[in-house]
Nanobody, 124 residues
Framework: QVQLVESGGGLVQAGGSLRLSCVAS????????MGWFRQAPGKDREFVAA????????YYRDSLKGRFTISRDNAKNTVYLQMNSLKPEDTAVYHC?????????????????WGQGTQVTVAS
C-alpha cells in the first residue's frame, strides 16, 4: 500500500500560481505512475495530469495544457503539479494518485492509492 500526502493548496487570486506537492511512502516511488485529479463541489472527479514511472512521459487534460505542469523527483518521492494562470473554475480539491500500471494513466479506476486531497480556491 502506498501512502500519499498532498500539500501546497490554498487561496489565490485569478491569474496567480500554486505548486502542489505529493509525497509518497510505502513503495518504490520510482516504479509508480502518478496522477493528479480534481473534484469541484457538486461535480465528478476529473483527470488533470499524469506522469509515467518509466520514462516520465506526461499527459494533460486538454483544457489545462499550457497552464499546468506535472513533474516528479524520484529522489524525494514527490510528484508536483505547477499551476499557472489560475482561473476560478480551477477551484477544487486536488488529489494525487499512484498506480503500478505502465504508461500515462488517465482513468481513475486504474489508480490503486489516493491521497486525502488539498483544497485550491481561486478568487475572481
Amino acid at each position: 500500500q502506498v501512502q500519499l500526502v498532498e500539500s501546497g493548496g490554498g487561496l489565490v487570486q485569478a491569474g496567480g500560481s500554486l505548486r502542489l506537492s505529493c509525497v509518497a511512502s510505502g513503495r518504490t516511488f520510482s516504479r509508480l505512475g502518478m496522477g493528479w485529479f480534481r473534484q469541484a463541489p457538486g461535480k465528478d472527479r476529473e483527470f488533470v495530469a499524469a506522469i509515467s514511472w518509466d520514462v516520465g512521459t506526461t499527459y494533460y487534460r486538454d483544457s489545462l495544457k499550457g497552464r499546468f505542469t506535472i513533474s516528479r523527483d524520484n529522489a524525494k518521492n514527490t510528484v508536483y503539479l505547477q499551476m499557472n494562470s489560475l482561473k476560478p473554475e480551477d477551484t477544487a480539491v486536488y488529489h494525487c494518485a499512484a498506480t503500478h500500471n505502465m504508461g500515462v494513466i488517465t482513468s481513475e479506476w486504474l489508480y490503486e492509492s489516493w491521497g486525502q486531497g488539498t483544497q485550491v480556491t481561486v478568487a475572481s
